[in-house]
């Protein structure tokens, strides 16, 4: 298999890891289960965006793409693949701290609804189980 396939589906893992943490929390609402996956993939995709770091996902195909003789790219994934298909070119650090706040907000709401669903279904809580 080339170099240059292998960093295609580098950047399919990525946009598949991508969407799942914006839209993953609505998974979680069918399967809880996946918040033990969930959570710490959205906590890091807003890492990632508050600091400005690179995913080491984008390190990966970069040097797939070197190796295969095509050039890489100094952005992040989001920048360079993503943000241009939503959003004109010219990803500022505003924009980060604004996608980075998105996704705590959504997320955060999904979780909270989530968490008062499960409340309103036992209201008195696991300490009732041990009363019985």
Not at 20 to 47: C, K, Q, T
Request: hydrophobic share 45%.
């Amino acid at each position: 298999m080339s170099d240059g396939v292998l960093a295609d589906g580098v950047v399919l893992l990525h946009l598949a890891f991508v969407l799942f943490v914006v839209f993953g929390g609505f998974l979680v609402i069918r399967y809880p289960r996946l918040a033990f996956a969930h959570v710490p993939a959205f906590l890091w995709g807003v890492y990632i965006e508050i600091t400005g770091g690179l995913c080491p996902l984008t390190g990966v195909e970069n040097r797939l793409r070197q190796k295969a003789g095509e050039g890489g790219y100094d952005a992040g994934f989001i920048e360079h693949y993503v943000y241009p298909v939503l959003y004109p070119p010219g990803l500022t650090r505003t924009t980060q701290l604004w996608l980075a706040a998105f996704v705590l907000v959504l997320n955060g709401s999904i979780y909270g609804w989530i968490l008062l669903r499960r409340q309103r279904k036992n209201p008195s809580g696991p300490a009732s189980r041990n009363s019985d």
